[in-house]
């Protein structure tokens, strides 16, 4: 009901708006920036049409743990999704599935994102309490009055290992007191094949999306916008887990007032009050191999507001953010017995959790001369919790209190030097973060990583962390060079131990976890990044970075990525490009064995591709052809679910045009 | 615009075709598990001026336990019969000519408070063609002694949170075990209460029928009634749960314990019931392994619930 009210005022507002479509600015609204985030085009330099996934990997401190072909889960500088902020223009999202099948990158489409900005550690926080940073994802936004009031893209192309076919479309018009856009994408992919050419079954997918926004001009210096996201995904298959997804479903709407000040200290407030519902259906009556079947549905629902103010004076600028949402996660277990006529066994694994965060955020900066420059932020929130059938959460914590409010302070400073060619930066920071509904509430969620069920604990600490980051760099017109380390001492790290009293319930498990807290847990990262202009058009491009999480008893932390490279050539000429990259990862030195990690061996990656820019009639167009996994090696790396082999050697052509 | 308002009205029905609804838990236990929380009449008979009135949970005696609240009315005076020393007895009489009883309570006492005499019985199977149940009960009143008896019926008991078992232990003496509580166990722990009843086997030879001395049970006490819950169920693969306390006797007389169930469906209460000095007089260790596919093994001793 609720979505069939929000599609009216939609197509309400799609004829109310349309009516007010006169002449009459001064300003470019969207031209007012405080702060210029650099902005990326979703594509990689190997690949212009990528998925979300595939370009969120391209950064340097995101990795990702897979479950198939489909819906990755992001790692932010090593760090499981629970511990960074995932947002969609600062709007929270939750996904419905207990075991991450469906992370918040999973319902967008590359198509309707603009870029997406990663902050790492307490540099996240604006968006709310972390630890290891922010995620947000930039929906495309286009600015009124533009020279050209129509664009549009067209995209499409085909894969051929798991014969992905995809079409991807979004169009906008550009009024001076009116803008509307819009996107509509659909893939569909079969099973994809290893390197030894094996079929990876159950690693199809298919995924529709689409959005729409309308943007209106109340004033010269104020605006109105609603947006909507629709996203399905239907038959995605999860090689590494038991079941699979029968339907995703996702409603993202917002609606947001931004008003802008030519003088004064605030120069921007911009308020967004949004809904989200997303439902996540497992099925597993596709594994004949199951001698059980299960159902197990999730809905998660969220309602916000964000208001974030820009202030500027002189050398001085601030973003201050007010952050609250209410959600709701709910997700089921029903177990079949062998008679289908007997009575059916039920249990939550998210028993009606309500999660209400409010908190407010400031980042400051200061340029103390035209060469250094000063960082100071830190934000406060409340974070309350409320399991509704909390009977669930007293099996295993008798007593465990139904309500738990918590405070989550955050602190950050940096520095910046700018010397010549050189610049430095030294940061540091201290924040806490809550545990996730599946840290505190959930119950025998089973992970079929280390293939034991996990239990939440509602008496959880808070995690605390604490650290220092620093970076150095040397840029020239040919050379670059950039070196970033970060340092994290997390008290009270929450993970699974091994539970003694518990007996398993999930038909693959071995065993019951409990999330606990360790007394603390460190972790550092490093990447060191160089490029280099060989010639005016052929660039050389390398990355390194290594990261080492340790648990309080000098053991490995699960899900650490090895030492790992990447290195391309890009070469231009006139209207043709190529481009070609090695990437890979050593062996896996440091893994766990007692959270499922076995020995990753290494293994190196070359991809090639090739472009070419033309236009038809005013339309330009880009026609590319490559190829991912050039050699056909048979690889997984050591985020690989149930070490399930990667795609082997993949042919993708694409093809854009934008008019 | 009209392409938008194609797409808004192909969202729509997107939107609006059918999902899976979430449960409605309290509705999920309440369905399968008839709770009885009313005493009402189950049976009245008179003898002469008096009135006996006998009540049981939901008015009916079920198989198993039964809590039983009697009054006798001077139905001429009415006034409630309080200083009599009432008698109760049911006997079980099959088609063969053999007669037996149940665990029950002889001598009901009297609650000054509700007004009303309190007992139970454990009846240990419904009545059926073959097999008829009758009560009888004795009371004095004006110096008068009574003795009446009526048949009853005995229905089968249909919330599986009461079941019981009747079974010969390893001293060769007749045990039943019956489940008194809870009625509507939940997901979490539960108190769990059930009583423990012994056959006295009788040392003098019958008198006059009905001899109570021939029919004499008694609750068992000091024993211990361990317990290991577990679903039986081949897909949930011999599941169980923590936190669960074995069975001791209380001042009641029953046995309290906790069970605490993980999940709604079929579970087996594994017992092992030991005496005084802890020796086994009934009951296997059942497997701890995960099983999945596999029928959980049950112990020797065993009820089954079902919620």
């Known amino acids: ?659 | 615009m009209k392409s938008f308002k194609f797409l808004v009205i192909a969202l729509f029905c997107v939107i609006t075709s059918c999902t899976i609804d979430k449960t409605d838990y309290q509705a999920e236990t309440g369905s399968e598990v008839p709770d009885y929380y009313e005493f009402k009449e189950a049976v009245s008979f008179t003898s002469g001026t008096y009135k006996i009135s006998i009540e049981a949970l939901n008015g009916t005696f079920f198989k198993g336990y039964n809590e039983l609240h009697l009054k006798i009315t001077n139905t001429q005076t009415n006034q409630d019969v309080s200083s009599s020393e009432v008698t109760f007895l049911p006997i079980l009489s099959s088609t063969d000519g053999n007669k037996t009883s149940c665990p029950h309570d002889y001598n009901l006492q009297y609650d000054a408070a509700n007004k009303y005499f309190v007992g139970y019985a454990v009846f240990t199977s419904e009545s059926a063609a073959a097999n008829s149940w009758k009560l009888y009960v004795g009371f004095t009143a004006d110096n008068q002694k009574y003795d009446i008896s009526k048949d009853i019926l005995v229905e089968k008991q249909s919330n599986k949170n009461l079941n019981m078992t009747a079974f010969t232990g390893k001293d060769d003496q007749q045990y039943v075990i019956a489940l008194v509580s809870p009625q509507k166990p939940t997901v979490s722990e539960n108190k769990l209460t059930a009583g423990i009843y012994k056959y006295n086997t009788p040392t003098a030879p019958a008198g006059t029928f009905p001899d109570p001395s021939q029919y004499s049970y008694s609750e068992v006490s000091g024993y211990t009634l361990k317990l290991d819950p577990r679903m039986p169920e081949p897909s949930m693969g011999n599941h169980s749960s923590p936190n669960n306390q074995d069975l001791t006797q209380q001042n009641d007389g029953l046995y309290h314990g906790v069970v605490n169930y993980t999940m709604t469906g079929n579970w087996t209460l594994n017992l092992i019931m030991m005496n005084q000095n802890g020796l086994i007089i009934k009951g296997t260790v059942v497997p701890t392994d995960f099983t999945p596919g596999v029928e959980g093994v049950k112990s020797e001793l065993y009820i089954d619930t079902l919620f």
């Open chain 1, 1 to 659: 009901m609720k979505y069939i009210i929000i599609l009216l005022f939609l197509g309400m507002s799609v004829t109310a708006q349309n009516t007010h479509a006169h002449h009459d600015s001064i300003k470019n609204l969207e031209e007012v920036q405080v702060k210029n985030a650099a902005k990326k085009k979703i594509e990689t330099e190997m690949k212009m049409a990528v998925s979300v996934d595939e370009f969120l990997s391209s950064s340097d401190n995101i990795s990702f743990i897979k479950r198939g072909a489909y819906a990755w889960e992001p790692l932010l500088n090593n760090m499981s999704s629970e511990r960074s902020t995932l947002t969609i223009d600062g709007m929270h999202i939750f996904g419905a599935c207990t075991d991450k099948m469906d992370p918040v990158t999973s319902y967008v489409e590359s198509n309707n994102l603009s870029t997406i900005d990663i902050k790492s550690g307490q540099q996240g926080s604006l968006h709310g309490a972390t630890v290891a940073g922010s995620i947000d994802l930039k929906r495309k936004s286009t600015p009124f009055g533009l020279e050209k009031k129509w664009n549009g893209a067209y995209q499409s192309g085909f894969e051929f290992n798991n014969k992905q076919f995809f079409n991807l479309g979004n169009v906008a018009y550009s009024g001076e007191k009116f803008v509307a856009e819009g996107s509509i994408s659909y893939r569909k992919a079969d099973d994809y094949y290893d390197g030894n050419n094996n079929e990876v079954k159950h690693s199809q997918y298919k995924k529709f999306n689409t959005s729409l926004g309308f943007a209106y001009k109340t004033t010269d210096l104020s605006s109105v916008r609603v947006d909507a996201i629709f996203d399905m995904a239907k038959d995605v298959g999860y090689p590494a887990l038991p079941m699979d997804l029968s339907l995703s479903r996702a409603l993202i709407t917002s609606a947001s007032y931004k008003q802008l000040f030519e003088e004064g200290v605030v120069k921007v407030v911009d308020t967004k009050v949004y809904f989200n519902a997303i439902e996540h259906y497992m099925d597993d009556t596709t594994r004949p191999e199951n001698l059980v079947h299960m159902d197990m549905p999730g809905w998660s629902t969220t309602y916000g507001l964000v208001s974030k103010a820009n202030l500027k004076k002189n050398r001085y600028s601030s973003e201050i953010q007010l952050n609250a949402y209410d959600n709701l996660s709910i997700a089921e277990m029903r177990m079949y017995p062998q008679d289908r006529s007997k009575r059916t066994m039920f249990a939550y694994s998210w028993p009606w959790v309500t999660t209400r965060y409010g908190g407010l955020s400031m980042n400051n900066s200061w340029d103390l001369s035209e060469k250094s420059q000063i960082n100071l932020g830190g934000s406060l929130g409340v974070n309350y919790n409320y399991s509704k059938y909390v009977e669930f959460n007293w099996i295993f914590h008798p007593g465990a209190p139904q309500e738990k409010t918590r405070f989550l302070p955050s602190l950050h400073a940096g520095y910046n030097l700018d010397i010549d060619h050189f610049n430095f930066s030294v940061g540091t920071g201290y924040g806490h973060r809550a545990p996730s509904v599946s840290e505190g509430y959930g119950y025998y969620i089973y992970n079929s990583f280390d293939r034991y069920d996990y239990i939440g604990n509602p008496d959880l600490k808070n995690e605390i962390s604490y650290e220092g980051n620093a970076s150095a760099g040397f840029k020239n017109e040919k050379l670059s060079i950039q070196g970033k380390i970060n340092y994290f001492y997390i008290e009270n790290y929450i993970i699974g131990r091994v539970l003694s009293m518990g007996s398993p319930m999930n038909y693959q498990s071995v065993g019951v976890k409990g999330y606990t807290s360790l007394d603390y847990a460190t972790l550092l990262n490093m990447s060191m990044n160089v490029s280099y202009d060989i010639l005016p058009h052929l660039h050389w491009k390398g990355v390194l970075t290594y990261a080492r999480g340790m648990d309080d008893q000098g053991g490995n932390l699960p899900f650490i990525r090895p030492l790992s490279y990447q290195t391309s050539l890009h070469f231009m000429h006139k209207n043709f490009g190529i481009q070609t990259s090695v990437n890979g990862d050593f062996q896996q030195i440091n893994y766990s064995p007692e959270y499922g990690e076995d020995l990753t061996s290494a293994y190196t990656i070359w991809n090639i591709s090739a472009d070419y820019n033309f236009k038809i009639n005013k339309v330009r167009t880009v026609v590319q052809v490559g190829a991912e996994n050039l050699l056909n090696e048979y690889y997984s790396t050591y985020a690989d679910w149930g070490n399930i082999p990667r795609m082997g050697r993949n042919i993708f052509t694409s093809l854009k045009f934008n008019f």
